[in-house]
């Protein structure tokens, strides 16, 4: 059996019900483990921090999986990636020279070749076109959080999404908190009702600095900004679209994930104001309002030295809910008292635990929706305050404002946007 033809009854079928006498040759390296008809294949893209915790997982999640590709723009991060998964799966590691890519082609590569799943953690720029790469060629995903930068990217996303579902491929994404055991019984409750209607949502991301990695002086002025590719809107999205994220995930989840009508809010860059922190902000506040009246209410700021907090408040016209993601307190105060005592569970562990075992059923997971939804209520929030204006949901996701060039290599030349002046930076 060819590979292609193996891949085509891997989708139509679910791995489990190939039989294991079905063997054939799958073009591994000698390694001392028996790679045979039911083992399924890894890409990663993106070999950094995030991306070699998540082909560690995936390597846990199934003792029949291989990591066969790899990708990444740095050697440096590759390797440091390589040799930290090969610690831990000398085995399964079975990444030949000629699968090791490094360069913006890499991701192409690696989605072309054999490989049945993707790991996408790259910087949040390239995500909406490795999206369509990978579903165009049949893959199934994990993807990190955030899914784009900007409007545009969240509709390709959303059509990748549906084209996975066309396609029964498992789409998973890495809005984490919704893989934790603790949270998920929580916002159960939430949403059976224990608070009664929700009608506010508080919710932070108060975070201190976060790393700036060196860059060699003989690097073109793109490749520099990759390295530290996080204070680049058009790359990171800006701190509210690519940490504080999770907090707004939180809070449209406790809401059922339903569209907000529109949003005011504030924001700016105070104390990190040095030019190697490209152009985003350190601080954004942000009103979200619904239909009814309901209202969510998001603080995020990355400074150095301030109080920290990273949760969610939920108040309802019968209760009211806490989750303190610092602490890992889940508390409900309403017609039954409540609070989590369970010992929880590994949620980066449990998305590849799920994405492997769906893969495996035949029965494919797709996150497509709300996590389109959730990384767009960042991007508005973003909008909302560069501009000063109060936007409609509508508005903001029908915005064709595009953060950043068509393409990026090392040898793009891009002027930054300046940093945004609510007031005078444009809604577009
Ligand atoms: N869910 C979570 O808790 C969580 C935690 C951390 C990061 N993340 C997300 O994971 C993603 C990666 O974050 P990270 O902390 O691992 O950053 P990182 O900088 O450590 O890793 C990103 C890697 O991607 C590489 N890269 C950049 N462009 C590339 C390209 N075009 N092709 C191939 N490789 C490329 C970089 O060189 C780097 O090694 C981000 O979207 C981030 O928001 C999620």
Known sequence: ??????????????????????????????????????????????????????????????????????????????????????????????????????????????????????????????????????????????????????????????????????????????????????????????????????????????????????????????????????????????HIVEQAIHSIDMMSWALGDVQPVKATGTGGRQSRTGKEYGNIYDHFAIVYEYENGVKGFHFSRQQKDCSGSYGVEMMGSKGHCVVDCGRGRHTIKGAEDWRFRGSGNDMYQQEHDELFASIRSGKPMNDGAWMARSTMLGIMGRMVAYTGQTITYDQALNSEEKLGPDEITNNTEFTDPPVAKPGITKFI
Request: glycine share 8%; aromatic share 8%; with cysteine.
């Open 1 to 238: 059996m060819k590979d292609t033809s193996r891949r085509e009854f891997l989708k139509s079928t679910g791995a489990a019900a190939i039989g294991g006498t079905l063997a054939f040759n799958i073009g591994l390296p000698k390694s001392s483990f028996a790679a045979n008809s039911d083992t399924l294949k890894v890409g990663l893209i993106g070999c950094g921090g995030r991306g070699t915790g998540a082909a560690n997982q995936a390597l846990n999640a199934d003792p029949n999986v291989v990591l066969t590709h790899m990708a990444d723009i740095f050697q440096d991060r590759l390797d440091l990636s390589i040799n930290s998964l090969k610690k831990r799966h000398a085995d399964r590691v079975m990444v030949e020279n000629g699968n090791k890519f490094v360069g913006f082609d890499g991701a192409k590569n690696v989605i072309d070749s054999d490989v049945d799943v993707v790991i996408l953690t790259t910087p949040p720029y390239f995500r909406p076109k490795q999206l369509e790469m990978a579903v165009e060629a049949g893959k199934h995903i994990f993807c990190e959080k955030p899914m784009a930068v900007d409007a545009p990217g969240i509709k390709r996303v959303i059509a990748a999404a549906k084209k996975a579902k066309e396609k029964n491929l498992s789409l998973v994404s890495g809005f984490c908190w919704r893989y934790h055991s603790a949270k998920r019984e929580t916002f159960g409750r939430v949403l059976d009702g224990a608070i009664g209607d929700v009608h506010t949502v508080y919710n932070t991301y108060n975070t201190g600095a976060l790393w700036l990695r060196d860059v060699e002086p003989d690097w073109s002025p793109m490749r520099k900004k990759m390295r530290n590719w996080l204070y680049y809107n058009y790359i990171s999205g800006d």
